[in-house]
C-alpha cells in the first residue's frame, strides 16, 4: 500500500498530460492553463484523503468550476498568436491551426462548453452538471458556439457539421 503523497505523486505523474491538455482547451492560452492546472492539483493535494479513491474526477471538477470562476472575473483577456499545444494529435497541422484560432474567438463560456461536450465527451447533463448550469443554457450555448465557428471557420464544417 502507498503512502498518500506517493500516491498522489503517481496520479501526478500519470495524468498530467491529459489534464494540461484540458486545461489548455479551456483557457485557451499556455500560461493560464498551467495556473488552471496547478490550482487544481494543489486543491487536490489539499484533499487527497477524501478523494484518493476518484481524483481525475476531481480535479477536472476544480479546472471546470476553477475556469468558470475565472471568466466571472476576467475583463481583459490577454491572447497568444501563433502557438498550439505539440503534445495534441492531430492529423493536419493546418487543420489544428485553423480550430486553436477559431476556439480561441469564441467567448470563454462556449470554448468551455465545447471542450466539455467534444473533448471529454461528457452529456449535456454532465457538463451541466460540471459548470452549474441547466442542460438547457448547455444546449443554447453549444448551439451558439458552434455557429459561431461555421462563421469564423467554414473550412471546418466537416468537423462542426454543414447545417446550422
Known amino acids: 500500500m502507498q503512502s498518500g503523497e506517493a500516491a498522489f505523486n503517481d496520479f501526478v505523474a500519470a495524468r498530467t498530460a491529459a ?4 486545461a489548455y482547451l ?3 492560452d499556455h500560461h493560464l492553463a498551467e495556473d488552471l492546472l ?3 492539483l494543489l486543491q487536490a493535494a489539499r484533499h487527497w484523503e477524501r478523494i484518493h479513491t476518484a481524483p481525475e474526477a476531481y480535479v477536472r471538477r476544480v479546472l471546470y468550476n476553477q475556469n468558470v470562476s475565472w471568466w466571472r472575473r476576467r475583463k481583459l483577456r490577454e491572447t497568444t498568436l501563433g502557438t498550439y499545444d505539440a503534445a495534441a494529435p492531430a492529423s ?3 487543420l489544428r491551426l485553423t480550430l486553436e ?6 467567448t470563454a463560456k462556449q470554448r468551455t462548453v465545447l471542450v466539455l461536450r467534444y473533448f471529454e465527451d461528457l452529456t449535456e447533463v454532465q457538463a451541466a452538471a460540471a459548470l452549474g448550469i441547466s442542460a ?3 444546449k ?9 465557428l461555421r462563421v469564423l ?3 471546418l464544417s466537416e468537423l462542426i457539421g454543414a447545417t446550422p
Do not use: F, H, I
Not at 443554447?140 to 459561431?148: I, K, P
Open 92 to 94: 493536419s497541422p493546418d
Open 153 to 155: 471557420a467554414p473550412e
Open 136 to 138: 438547457g443554457t448547455v
Open 38 to 40: 496547478q490550482t487544481a
Open 19 to 22: 489534464l494540461s491538455r484540458t
Open 26 to 28: 479551456l483557457t485557451g
Open 101 to 106: 484560432e477559431a476556439l480561441g474567438r469564441l
Open 140 to 148: 443554447s450555448m453549444t448551439r451558439q458556439a458552434l455557429a459561431r
